[in-house]
């Protein structure tokens, strides 16, 4: 498909691709977020839209699962612009050869937006500039105009972002919505649920929130999977918010069974061992609340022992990631 064909963006928000189970999931996640995924390609084909990863495509930036990646290669077959967010970097915030992402770049299935390197083209028959920055690089106060095609008339700006960006709702932002010279919309990755909008001037910033639900928290019980329609038009931009089929909050989550315990005796201690047992979950998520809640009726250097432990055995888990948990 040629970009003269377009009819707007796809704005696909941290999708966190991983090949074993996270936190309290219960369901295969890694089939399902990278089903997700190809349901938002495949919309972003029959509605004509340029699909645009706003960064944290991967949970892990490295020694991700080879079986993912190749997936990942054949769904990436069409142009796909994107970022990469801190969850896609090691040594942030550089990318780097040891990153999975690199590769998806190196091999051309995704565009690593830059401020020196914008995605032009056009879109809904106006000419669109689609620049972005990826995680801890810097956003730029303008678009050039010598960097614009000024014979086929100003074009739209559109800027990606996966920044701290102080929006309602959300109070540890260091960036505030301001007004960018030449970009009429910025979308922002890195929070993972839907806030109100803010114009800043021209300028209309934007958090559509992730397409997976990753923590188990009443923030993710109430948000709705969604991707962010970006359609074009004549003198202007319309959004909508486009739900991905998924499954009730609760198929999806374990139930939160470690309640608060005023007991601190050892037999409250086991009986809570036990039921962490029964719901065993791929990288130990609920250990760690357990212990932290728990431990302080041990001696420091007993407690100290048995975290470190626990530590020990949870990046063991990490670290074999590669092997799908089911
Ligand atoms: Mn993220």
Redesign the pocket.
Known sequence: MTDTAYAGLLVIG?P?LEGRQPGFRKDDYPEVILGKLKWCLDYAVSYRLLPAII??LFDKPRDNANWMLGRLFDLLAGEVIGLY?N?DVHYNPELTEHDSFSLLVKAGRIKLLSADSPWRGTIGGRPVVVGGSSYRQPIPSRIDPLETNAAAGPPLGIWLTHHDINMPGYDEGWIKPHEIDGVELVVN??I?RRLESVQAGKTLWVTPG?ISRRARSDATRVHVPAVLQVEVTADSFTLSHVTIRHQPYDEVFYEAVIAETTDSSSSAFVTGLAELQARRTASGAGLMEFLERNLNQFEPPVADEIMNLAMEVTANVQSENGNRVV
Do not use: V
Request: a negative charge.
């Open positions: 941290d966190h960064g944290d967010g969850h990755g890195h993972h992730n």
